[in-house]
């Protein structure tokens, strides 16, 4: 089946640490990105990348890192330095040709515990 | 700035009343407006993409239509597995790939 896979679905982080949200997809999509979802506001872009090797920092990229070493994987990062990671995270992925709609993932809660 | 406002926050609806959803939007450029369906706890399932004012799509008791500045959800004697947040996004011109989200409109269907 195709389609794309973050894990876990739930996470839980201590103050001060990092971590990491995976994000898989094999429907050959060259484009990845990364949206924050808080209660009662639009989802909001944290990092892009069109292509392999390339990412582009969104809306609300502060405290976040992200790399993109295969076409079929796009971690995302949380790191110390954000201030107020707990949110639903969701990867989503499209096509570059014209008109990107975007088909996303199943998401992941984290929570700073 | 693009701007993508949604409206009401909230529906609530009896099996088979049918409404509209309202997103109205700010673009320098309009390349596409997108609706999505999200459930509790999941990711948004795409349902429309709109090019041009004038455009419409449907899909079971789902219509979307597009003007220049707004598009609307109609839900046609909805059912109670129609309850979900409905979500509109705008893709500019000028913004590769990004879209912009409204903050969503809650619909619960009632037996």
């Known amino acids: 089946d195709g389609g794309i896979t973050q894990s876990p679905k739930y996470l839980f982080r201590k103050e001060g640490q990092n971590v990491t949200l995976s994000c898989e997809q094999n429907l050959n999509h060259d484009a990845m990105y990364w949206y924050r979802q808080d209660p009662g506001q639009g989802l909001r872009l944290i990092y892009y990348?069109?292509?392999?090797?390339?990412?582009q920092k969104g809306d609300i990229a502060e405290g976040y890192s992200v790399s993109r070493e295969k076409k079929e994987s796009f971690p995302l990062t949380v790191t110390s330095a954000q201030k107020n990671p707990t949110a639903f995270y969701l990867c989503?992925?499209?096509?570059?040709?014209?008109?990107?709609?975007?088909?996303f993932g199943q998401g992941t809660r984290l929570t700073v515990v | 700035e693009d701007q993508v406002t949604q409206s009401p926050e909230a529906l609530r609806l009896q099996e088979g009343e049918s409404s509209s959803l309202n997103c109205s939007y700010t673009?320098?450029?309009?390349?596409?407006l997108f609706w999505y369906r999200q459930d509790p706890g999941k990711g948004p399932e795409f349902l429309f993409t709109?090019?041009?004012a004038g455009e419409e799509k449907e899909k079971e008791r789902l219509k979307a239509t597009l003007t220049k500045k707004e598009s609307f959800l109609h839900i046609t004697a909805p059912k109670p597995e129609d309850s979900a947040t409905y979500l509109c996004?705008?893709?500019?011109?000028?913004?590769?790939?990004?879209?912009?989200f409204g903050a969503g409109t809650q619909v619960v269907v009632t037996p």
């Open positions: 990348s069109q292509i392999v090797n390339d990412f």
């Open positions: 709109l090019y041009s």
């Open positions: 673009v320098s450029g309009l390349r596409g």
């Open positions: 989503a992925s499209g096509t570059d040709r014209g008109t990107t709609e975007a088909f």
């Open positions: 996004a705008v893709q500019a011109t000028d913004s590769w790939g990004k879209l912009q």
